[in-house]
T-cell receptor, first 112, second 111 residues
Framework: LAKTTQPISMDSYEGQEVNITCSHNNIATNDYITWYQQFPSQGPRFIIQGYKTKVTNEVASLFIPADRKSSTLSLPRVSLSDTAVYYCLVGDPAYNTDKLIFGTGTRLQVFP | EAQVTQNPRYLITVTGKKLTVTCSQNMNHEYMSWYRQDPGLGLRQIYYSMNVEVTDKGDVPEGYKVSRKEKRNFPLILESPSPNQTSLYFC??????????FGSGTRLTVV
């Protein structure tokens, strides 16, 4: 399983764009990159998943360079409610023996 | 509403008293999993199940049991709870290539 490395924490202000980068140098050919968001005392929530290039949904964008050794979660115009922990996971979502490793994530603090 | 439901949300128990945390999903997902979350350690997988009657150990299975007799239910059983099992527990399910759906969590305290 590919190990991921993320910053432990980040600070931002309301209205700014936030980019959280995740390193995954050992990503395998069949691996996808998935991001989750977790608020205190709640279960993680799926945000976005991608394989290569760029994926966008109503919540975020995910940028994946050609070598796929890193990825960047982009949150446009953050608000106070985006304060949470963000996890980057790498793995084959179709692989039956599923042991996705969450790690400790990136704690994003948004200030007024 | 598609969801994963855990019960109870909060539980305080004494060492050695058997307990069960229930988990149910209404999305017809094949895959279900239990995680525990502790400060500084992130989410660690306890057990997972790929389908009915198919379960396997995760990274921290000691002291826990699970069963998967029906597709929708995946209870977590602590036969003899100990204080080091005090934690926040999450049940999750998924189908195919899509992401996990997590329950709201169960905060367990063992005294």
């Amino acid at each position: 399983l590919a190990k991921t490395t993320q910053p432990i924490s980040m600070d931002s202000y309301e209205g700014q764009e936030v980019n959280i980068t995740c390193s995954h140098n050992n990503i395998a050919t069949n691996d996808y990159i998935t991001w989750y968001q977790q608020f205190p005392s709640q279960g993680p929530r799926f945000i976005i998943q991608g394989y290569k290039t760029k994926v966008t949904n109503e919540v975020a964008s995910l940028f994946i360079p050609a070598d796929r050794k890193s990825s960047t979660l982009s949150l446009p115009r953050v608000s106070l409610s985006d304060t949470a922990v963000y996890y980057c996971l790498v793995g084959d979502p179709a692989y039956n023996t599923d042991k996705l490793i969450f790690g400790t994530g990136t704690r994003l603090q948004v200030f007024p | 509403e598609a969801q994963v439901t855990q019960n109870p949300r909060y539980l305080i128990t004494v060492t050695g008293k058997k307990l069960t945390v229930t988990c149910s999903q209404n999305m017809n997902h094949e895959y279900m999993s239990w995680y525990r979350q502790d400060p500084g350690l992130g989410l660690r997988q306890i057990y997972y199940s790929m389908n009915v009657e198919v379960t396997d150990k995760g990274d921290v299975p000691e002291g826990y049991k699970v069963s998967r007799k029906e597709k929708r239910n995946f209870p977590l059983i602590l036969e003899s709870p100990s204080p080091n099992q005090t934690s926040l527990y999450f049940c999750a399910s998924k189908k195919g290539n899509y992401g996990y759906t997590f329950g709201s969590g169960t905060r367990l305290t063992v005294v």
